[in-house]
T-cell receptor
Framework: EMQLMESGGGLVQPGGSLRLSCAAS????????INWVRQAPGKGLEWVSY??????????ADSVKGRFTISRDNAKNSLYLQMNSLRAEDTALYYC?????FGDGAFDLWGQGTMVTVSS | SYKLTQPPSVSVSPGQTASITCSGD??????VSWYQQKPGQSPVLVIY???TRPSGIPERFSGSNSGNTATLTISETQAMDEADYYC??????????FGGGTKLTVL
């Protein structure tokens, strides 16, 4: 079964840093566009960042631009999110989500999420 | 920035039809996708490209998009359909945008 599995979440103080990882399995990771999406406790979905298959095209939500960096290592079937200058409002469950090929931006495969809590 | 607006909640009786709307700032420029999320679970894609169901999604789920409003319709609603539903679209300036979500209650 195709799978995405996030890791790296935890408790961090405001202003701190954290690096999330997303491991892909049983599909050709290098062929797919991937996104990070987050969900604050009890709230809706918020898109965070996008990366194309080669890692040459990257987009960020305004709320994280300049603080977060998305990257990927296709040889390791892995996606990353480096999060710096973390704020309380970054507290959320972070999902990696694969875009459906030729699906016009639809996300057809999601991980189970990793929780990030920013608190002193 | 591009925004998608959904009603916070919709209620439906079992066996009846539920409709969830998603209104955008712009008229029909982008395909809309829909996701179902049950408590404690990751979102699941139920409709993409406005009207297409992924494999494994029941036929009772359908979508439409006209003008600046997309609609997710669930026919013969079942108790298992009770969940939060989110619409999503791409925009050239905002990139990916989600609606605020709609809680579907099957009474």
């Amino acid at each position: 079964e195709m799978q995405l599995m996030e890791s790296g979440g935890g408790l961090v103080q405001p202003g701190g840093s954290l690096r999330l990882s997303c491991a892909a399995s049983r599909f050709t990771f290098s062929s797919y566009e991937i996104n990070w999406v987050r969900q604050a406790p009890g709230k809706g979905l918020e898109w965070v960042s996008y990366i194309n298959p080669s890692g040459t095209i990257i987009y960020y939500a305004d709320s994280v631009k300049g603080r977060f960096t998305i990257s990927r290592d296709n040889a390791k079937n892995s996606l990353y999110l480096q999060m710096n200058s973390l704020r309380a409002e970054d507290t959320a469950l972070y999902y990696c989500a694969r875009e459906l090929m030729f699906g016009d931006g639809a996300f057809d495969l999601w991980g189970q999420g990793t929780m990030v809590t920013v608190s002193s | 920035s591009y925004k998608l607006t959904q009603p916070p909640s919709v209620s439906v009786s079992p066996g009846q039809t539920a409709s969830i709307t998603c209104s955008g700032d712009k008229s029909g420029d982008s395909y809309v996708s829909w996701y179902q999320q049950k408590p404690g679970q990751s979102p699941v894609l139920v409709i993409y490209q406005d009207t297409t169901r992924p494999s494994g999604i029941p036929e009772r789920f359908s979508g439409s998009n006209s003008g600046n409003t997309a609609t997710l319709t669930i026919s013969e609603t079942q108790a298992m359909d009770e969940a939060d539903y989110y619409c999503q679209a791409w925009d050239s300036s905002t990139y990916v945008v989600f609606g605020g979500g709609t809680k579907l209650t099957v009474l």
